[in-house]
């Protein structure tokens, strides 16, 4: 699996920089800068900064759920809105 796009303003892959929608929307277990007990689903991560790209890109610090999430069609549709309404949900359903 190649290293995700989430916020880190590779477009090759099909993620939208700026949307940031899996940064926000689902829960996060491992500590991140800032949140040391991760962060619960709907909570903006501490770490997106105001043009919702990741602070922590190309950082060891940021976390291996981070590093492996990858864009999906399926998932991140074809919008931010959707994609905040898909990861929410699915996040309800897991
Ligand atoms: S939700 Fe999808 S499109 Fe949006 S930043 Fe994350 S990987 Fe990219
Ligand atoms: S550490 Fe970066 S990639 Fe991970 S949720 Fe926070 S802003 Fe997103």
Do not use: W
Not at 6 to 13: F, H, I, M, V
Not at 52 to 66: E, K, S, T
């Amino acid at each position: 699996m190649s290293d995700h796009a989430r916020p880190s303003n590779d477009e090759s892959t099909g993620c939208r920089p700026g949307c940031g929608a899996c940064c926000i929307a689902p829960s996060i277990s491992s500590p991140i800068p800032g949140m040391p007990e991760g962060k619960p689903a709907g909570v903006r991560c501490q770490q997106l900064d105001g043009r919702n790209l990741c602070r922590l890109f190309g950082d060891p610090r940021r976390p291996l759920v981070c590093l492996r999430f990858d864009f999906d069609i399926e998932l991140c549709g074809d919008h931010r809105d959707v994609a905040l309404y898909r990861i929410a949900a699915l996040e309800v359903a897991t």
